[in-house]
């Protein structure tokens, strides 16, 4: 179980946005033994950025990027690119940074992840890209799936996906140059 206490280390100066405070509440409530998407967690402190100072460290960098949840089982975090210090988070990009490498735009805005999330598959993180695949015949729900699916559809509108990369795709259209322009003046793959 994560306290908002806890969770709020990660924001510094920023408002965390009230999706992510319903989440931190809806998984307490699932209790801690339980997921609601494939290896999605809130659930620990980011606020040291020993995640994302492989890239960089420099302050910039560092202050430009909020990590808040595990992506999948292997270490790999989403966060947010905050592109401006005066920026409401609320509608920042959301990056997934994969544990063995690979920074990828994956959603335009928080409601964006939570839709994601409905998908229940955790993400594909490589050097070149970032996808969610689904076999059908392999496939076994995670335990709360459906609970998060009808708790999300009921507190913000959000229906469940069956393509997960179509919102990575369209976020990426309209972030990706940029981001590819600002990471260069912190890192050279």
Partial sequence: MVTLSEFEANFKNF??????????NFQNSIGDDENFSDQFYIGRDYSDKSGITGYSDDDEFTNSIIEFAMADGSGSTYAFWVRDKNENIHEAPILAFGSEGGIHIVAKNVKELLKILTFDVEPAIGWDKIYFYKDEDDYEPTEKTEEYKKWVFEKH?????????????????????????????????
């Fill in 15 to 24: 408002e965390i946005p009230e999706e992510l405070k319903e989440l931190v």
């Fill in 157 to 189: 509108g959000i229906e469940t996906t069956e393509n997960p990369d179509e919102i990575v795709k369209s976020a990426q259209e309209i972030y990706e140059d940029e981001f590819q322009n600002w990471l260069k003046k912190y890192y050279n793959d």
